[in-house]
């Protein structure tokens, strides 16, 4: 019916739960479509009508089950006025020929995410503005040929098996480069310069790769970063204070490397103002907890309304014919009960600190009760000693406290019970003595959450309190210290939407564990 169309030039289905029945179609020719969306419209394999095509800018057939490799009629479709092609979330394997470029001169997005590719051209073509292929089988170094790439804005390789060094022209890329994604791949070798006077990088995620040496100094050029994570890597440094005059950023995760000494002072007086989200976890950092930064931490102190919406890195808009447009957000993996945990979006207001695994001692500083707007705060296997803060049951907000494997001692304070958000709490491995507390969440806590201290008694525990009423509490603890805590199962979404503002609170699991 649709065909018999011959004025038609956009034919947008996507998105919808139907169906798109492929029929010989004698008058296919009478079309000549500029946009094609058949996105989520279980095919199975390309729609022959294409083959016709020579008009086309845009031709999206993501989300579909076509299967096996891409004809070699596909690549001939269009190939003077195509500027925006997405195969992502689809069951593809390679091509049917082997290509040396891609066909489509003009192409300035293209998105083959989600796919069985093993192999692909060495570099898309020179146009190309976002270039979209994680979550494949691809293999290979990254030819030098990338460096031609001057225009280049968005550039994704993410949980792939690249390997090999980075070419050094990836510091050219600063003018242009906005988010760079080579997460989950097997690169090594130093981290190039990625970062010029006048950089407008927003998001750098080297993660899960072999990377070694230090951090480049001139990531401090990127004045504009918001979203940095270098974890699980290779690298041999000490803390980059210096990384405290990015006024934007907002994720730092420099987990399970080789970081060492003492963290110190923050080098300005408001270092990293809006950061939210920061993971030192499985390092090698000593000293004191590094309570000066967490002082300057002015975004963790509360919770605004107008942030409950996802962090996103990046939204590009199809070339023609589209209201909609696609959003990248931002995602990180973090350990959640000792577990690996990806968060595939990250909610603005959604602010942790995890400092566990490192050799950090003293005491836990009293007025981090004064930082109430975060939700995870994981101090455990450090050195720490002294008593729990009292302040600890100002922060209302707390979902999950996790500060087991230390030397803390005294009795847990009763004013813990007044977190009534605290879904997970673990205190095991220390020396607290004492009747354990009760009241809202702290009874749904198992015994693994006390288990190690050895003069703890009450439920849940079999070991009974010889004198039901708790000792006196001592009145404060001191500053210093602070180390790990990890699980945020649920979270309060405030939405807003249409003319009025609609208020909801939904509860529900927004973390996807890694397999």
């Known amino acids: 019916m649709f065909m018999k169309l011959k004025y038609l030039t956009s034919f947008i289905l996507s998105l919808n739960d139907i ?45 579909n089950n076509i299967h096996g490799q891409i004809p070699k009629w596909v690549w001939n479709t269009s190939k003077e006025t195509l500027m925006y092609v997405n195969f992502s979330h689809n069951l593809l394997t390679g091509f049917d020929h082997h290509l040396f470029n891609f066909p489509w001169p003009r192409l300035k997005i293209l998105d083959l995410r989600s796919n069985k590719l093993h192999a692909l051209p060495p570099v898309p073509p020179p146009s190309i503005l976002v270039y979209l292929v994680a979550d494949n089988k691809l ?32 510091s050219n890329f600063s003018n242009s480069l906005t988010i760079l994604n080579l997460r989950g791949n097997t690169f090594d070798g130093i981290i190039p310069q990625l970062c010029g ?3 407008t ?3 750098i ?14 990531l401090s050029n990127c004045q504009m970063l918001e979203f940095l994570n270098i974890g699980s890597n290779n690298l041999n440094d ?38 939210r989200i920061l993971d030192l976890s499985t390092n090698k950092f000593t000293g004191k907890l590094p309570f000066k930064y967490f002082r300057n931490w002015m975004f963790m102190k509360k919770v605004d309304l107008d942030d409950f919406k996802y962090l996103w890195a990046f939204r590009f808009f199809k070339p023609c014919c589209h209201d909609s447009d696609d959003v990248y957000p931002y995602s990180m993996t973090i350990i959640n009960k000792g577990r690996e945990t990806v968060y595939l979006k990250i909610i603005k207001v959604f602010a942790a ?58 009795q847990i304070p ?79 979404i405030l939405m807003g939407y249409g003319s009025g503002l609609v208020i909801g609170v939904v509860i529900g699991n927004i973390v996807t564990e890694k397999k």
């Not at 170094?141 to 098996?161: G, M």
């Not at 101090?379 to 049951?393: A, E, R, W, Y």
């Not at 693994?448 to 703890?456: P, T």
Request: net charge negative; hydrophobic share 35%; glycine share 8%.
């Open 197 to 199: 006077e006048g950089s």
């Open 353 to 410: 600190i995890d400092l566990s695994r490192n050799e950090f001692n003293g005491m836990i500083p009293e007025f981090i009760g004064n930082l109430n707007g975060f939700q995870l705060l994981n101090l455990s296997n450090n050195n720490l000693t002294g008593h729990i803060p009292l302040s600890l049951g100002n922060l209302t907000t707390m979902e999950c406290l996790d500060i087991s494997q230390n030397k803390l001692s005294g």
């Open 139 to 170: 293999q290979g170094e990254t030819s030098p040929l990338i460096c031609n790439l001057s225009s280049l804005y968005f550039f994704d390789l993410s949980n792939n098996k690249f390997g090999g060094m980075l070419p050094p022209c990836f």
């Open 19 to 63: 169906s798109f029945l492929l029929e010989p179609i004698t008058y296919a020719t009478l079309n000549r479509f500029v946009a094609i969306g058949l996105g989520s419209c279980k095919l199975s394999n390309f729609p022959d009508f294409l083959r016709n095509q020579d008009h086309l800018q845009v031709l999206d057939l993501s989300h």
């Open 238 to 275: 000490v803390f980059p204070s210096w990384l405290g005059t990015l006024p934007k950023l907002r994720v730092l995760i420099l987990r399970h490397n080789g970081f060492y000494g003492v963290v110190g002072s923050p080098t300005t007086m408001f270092a990293s103002p809006n950061l």
């Open 205 to 218: 995620d080297l993660s899960q790769n072999q990377f070694e040496g230090v951090l480049p100094r001139l």
């Open 414 to 492: 009763w004013q813990l019970t007044h977190l009534t958000f605290l879904a997970s709490s673990n205190v095991s491995h220390n020396q607290l003595p004492g009747p354990i507390p009760h009241g809202n969440q702290f009874d749904t806590f198992d015994n693994s959450s006390f288990d190690g201290n050895l003069g703890l008694c009450g439920n849940p525990l079999s070991k009974r309190c010889e004198n039901p009423k708790p000792s006196p509490l001592p009145t404060s603890s001191i500053e210093e210290d602070q180390d790990s805590c990890i699980q945020f199962d649920w979270i309060i």
């Open 201 to 203: 990088m927003k998001m």
